[in-house]
Antibody, heavy 119, light 107 residues
Framework: QVQLQESGPGLVKPAETLFLTCTVS????????WSWIRQPPGKGLEWIGY???????NYNPSLKSRVAISVDTSKNQFSLMLNSMTAADTAIYYC?????????????WGQGTLVTVSS | DIQMTQSPSSLSASVGDTVTITCRAS??????LNWYQQKPGKAPEFLIY???SLQSGVPSRFSGSGSGTDFTLTISSLQPEDFATYYC?????????FGQGTKVEIK
């Protein structure tokens, strides 16, 4: 059973950079796409972007200037960097396995981690 | 970006009812449409892909239909564990966009 676990700070100051890591267990990171999705408290889901195990990335244009997603296959991990954080970036951040390229969806999700932007 | 619009935003139903949620895309997405269920405090769970194919382990009371721009999710014989928020998602193109969600509440 594939499991994903997000890790990183729960509190970030305005203008700082967020770094989150997603560790994949129970399955290989290779041959799949991996996405980050966020959800502001009480609101809907926003796709941030994906990384393929080879390192190829694709980002939501709304965040493209501030985001980078990378992968470390040796550690079975992928990571999110989001800079210039503001209160509008306060959200639960999820990582997920992305099988959209195969015509499917986000079939495995992490539990999510709440990131609050506040001084 | 392709905009996804769900209706209604919320609905009240009783156990045993059949409920239908609609999702409309701002342009044709063929059948590249997924559905997710999210319960409070939990990550979304993947229900349906390709508009009408059930993900493994999903009860058969869930069904999906549609193509092009108009899609529906139907839950037959609503069970207590089905009270949740449901999201559609298009994967026709990036950015992968979600509908705003439909909350199914107990009447």
């Amino acid at each position: 059973q594939v499991q994903l676990q997000e890790s990183g700070p729960g509190l970030v100051k305005p203008a700082e950079t967020l770094f989150l890591t997603c560790t994949v267990s129970g399955g290989a990171i290779k041959n799949y796409y991996w996405s980050w999705i966020r959800q502001p408290p009480g609101k809907g889901l926003e796709w941030i972007g994906y990384v393929y195990y080879s390192g190829v990335t694709n980002y939501n244009p709304s965040l493209k200037s501030r985001v980078a997603i990378s992968v470390d296959t040796s550690k079975n991990q992928f990571s999110l960097m989001l800079n210039s954080m503001t209160a509008a970036d306060t959200a639960i951040y999820y990582c997920a396995r992305d099988t959209a390229a195969a015509g499917k969806g986000f079939d495995y999700w992490g539990q999510g981690t709440l990131v609050t932007v506040s001084s | 970006d392709i905009q996804m619009t769900q209706s209604p935003s919320s609905l009240s139903a009783s156990v045993g009812d059949t409920v239908t949620i609609t999702c409309r895309a701002s342009q044709s997405i063929s059948s590249y449409l997924n559905w997710y269920q999210q319960k409070p405090g939990k990550a979304p769970e993947f229900l349906i892909y390709a508009a009408s194919s059930l993900q493994s382990g999903v009860p058969s009371r869930f069904s999906g239909s549609g193509s092009g721009t108009d899609f529906t999710l139907t839950i037959s014989s609503l069970q207590p564990e089905d009270f949740a928020t449901y999201y559609c998602q298009q994967i026709h193109s990036t950015p992968r966009t979600f509908g705003q969600g439909t909350k199914v509440e107990i009447k």
